[in-house]
């Protein structure tokens, strides 16, 4: 979130960027699926009731989104300063994202478990593909403080594996696919591959090649879509998502 690479300069106002609208899409896509799930249902009383911890979870979710176009939204127009600022508070965010997320994930385990949810092992795999991946990028991204370009790409890359979630959301409403099977899990997938294929686009319109960080962003984010069905069909993971669904008694 931080850009010490670029110091500071007059403030300006110019045309939205391509990063910039790449985070009103990805807002707008979550703010649109958990809208439809949950702020209109708290909205009109009729959401069932939830554990503290999820709307926890949901507040640093939305926030990290708002944080997102705004840091973007400051590059735009300039204001390198401020922009550094609210870095050292997306950090936090950050790292609370990771830690709720890690929290909901064993949470789902256990009342999935408890109730023989069919979907539990595929909506546990989405999750921790979410927490490591987002954990991993947000990492990267920290590391190439300095350099702008790897930097604001490894922190959309790291955006875009948590949106599916989201996405999950739109989907079901609008045509009434969840999470049923793997099958189902492919619309999704391919809608967060557009985003990407976007900035692959980008990258080869304004660099002439693709970006290393767009390269590692994209793999961590297409390489799970790709072993999706291997690993949540194996034995392990299923022992794996077991033992996370029992943390929830400790």
């Not at 391509?18 to 985070?23: Q, R, S, V």
């Not at 703010?31 to 439809?36: E, L, N, Y």
């Not at 064993?106 to 795999?125: C, E, H, K, N, Q």
Request: charged share 10%; net charge positive.
């Amino acid at each position: 979130m931080t850009d010490l690479a670029v110091g500071p300069r007059p403030r300006h106002f110019s045309n939205p960027g391509f990063f910039f609208w790449m985070t009103i899409v990805m807002a707008a896509i979550v703010f649109s699926g958990f809208g439809i799930s949950y702020i209109a249902p708290m909205a009109t009383g009729s959401l069932p009731a939830l554990a503290p911890v999820v709307h926890v979870h949901g507040v640093v979710y939305f926030l990290w989104l708002i944080l997102l176009v705004v840091q973007a939204a400051l590059i735009n127009r300039g204001d390198v300063v401020l922009h550094r600022s609210l870095g050292l508070f997306g950090i936090g965010v950050a790292a609370s994202l990771i830690i709720f997320g890690t929290i909901i994930s064993v949470l789902f385990a256990a009342r999935a478990l408890a109730a023989s949810d069919p979907t539990i092992y595929g909506v546990t795999y989405i999750s921790l593909v979410a927490v490591l991946g987002f954990g991993l990028l947000f990492w990267l991204a920290i590391r190439n403080i300095r350099d702008p370009a790897a930097h604001k790409r490894f922190i959309l890359l790291a955006t875009t594996v948590f949106i599916i979630g989201g996405l999950n959301r739109i989907y079901l409403a609008l045509f009434g696919i969840g999470f049923e099977s793997h099958l189902t899990y492919l619309p999704k997938y391919l809608t967060v591959d557009l985003l990407i294929a976007a900035l692959v686009c980008y990258d080869w319109r304004t660099l002439g090649s693709v970006h290393r960080a767009t390269l590692i962003g994209g793999a961590v984010n297409v390489v799970p879509q790709v072993l999706h069905v291997p690993i949540v069909e194996s034995s392990s993971f299923v022992a794996l998502t077991r033992w996370l669904g029992q943390l929830a008694y400790y």
